[in-house]
């Protein structure tokens, strides 16, 4: 986004440069900001003020290798500059899909515009139930027409569930399947789609790590194939082939190793051989993946357990699971 703002113009928010790109050449007379981060993914804590999560989260990203510290720092910070900008601008309209990561994106920017005095009357709202970087400039304008100006119970609304997102434990955004989320329409699946990334009640799998288990007991065997045959198993796909890499890797790591087969780990900037080599590795079930898919072991036991949901750190020592099929938590043993 362009650091000289022009008076008359409007401003696009939307989920990144695929769409952003399109929407550029859909819209004249209009700056695009992508939002880019990948908020189910990492850490995503309490924090001060935007600033402070936005440094937290490119050292996030530069620590899993996905771009140089220095670089995604300063495309955080254009990226908030551009925001605090907003005034600027004749009508700010927010362009986001239906999946998880983009519904988290705009919990993200609706709490911080509800929390800004003279946010003004000019934020809209354009929400899509398929993805806007598939899609025709021509389907583009007349999705536009859709947009409605966002109201005082969507930007409450968002703001409570994005501060349950990022408390210590998961009580308070597992209770939001409990409130009446209507006012954001795609929100509810989203929430309870991220739930189901934290360890199942009786396996200990990531409904992530489940579908790649199935994918291959039913014949996918290489990395290539997975990243579509697991999307295909999404209601709405949200999740990019880096992100997805990492599930996989996982699952071949020590303890508790699940998956057999891969010819080195995944890493940004491998060469172009060794990634294709990577991509055509023949994958196959451990006997304990087969255990774990059948339901006769717990992942959870002899694996690692260390990742995020928002603001909860999952550990096997604070290890929260979830019970999908009664849409229950299950805090940790004491």
Known sequence: MSDALQPGYDLIITNGDAAGELLRKAFSETEVLPWRDVLHDGPVPMTGDLEELSELRADFLAERGWGDPDTLRENFRARDRGLAHFEAFETVALWFEHDLY?????????????????????????????????????????????????????????SKVWSAFRQPDPKAFAGLLSDDLAALPYLEQAVRRMLQELPDANTGLARTQHQILVAINDGVNTPRDLFGAVE?????????????????????????????????????EM???????????????????????????????????DRWMGGTHITNEALWRWNDRESVLVAPES
């Open 102 to 158: 983009d519904q988290l994106q705009l919990v993200q920017i609706l709490d911080w515009f509800f929390g800004t005095p003279g946010r003004g009357a000019g934020l809209r709202l354009v929400q899509a139930d398929d993805f806007l970087g598939t899609q025709s400039v021509e389907q583009l304008v007349d999705l536009a027409k859709s947009g409605a100006p966002v109201n005082e119970a969507q930007l409450a609304l968002a």
């Open 232 to 268: 295909r198993m999404e209601e709405a796909a949200f999740m990019g082939d880096w992100s997805f890499w990492t599930w996989l890797d996982g699952l071949a790591s020590e303890p508790g190793r699940l998956i057999e087969g891969l010819n080195r780990r995944f890493e940004p």
């Open 271 to 305: 060469g172009h051989d060794d990634f294709m080599a990577y991509l055509q590795s023949n994958i196959a079930l451990t006997p304990l993946g087969f255990q774990v898919l059948g339901g006769g072991a717990d992942y959870a036991g002899p694996a690692k357990v």
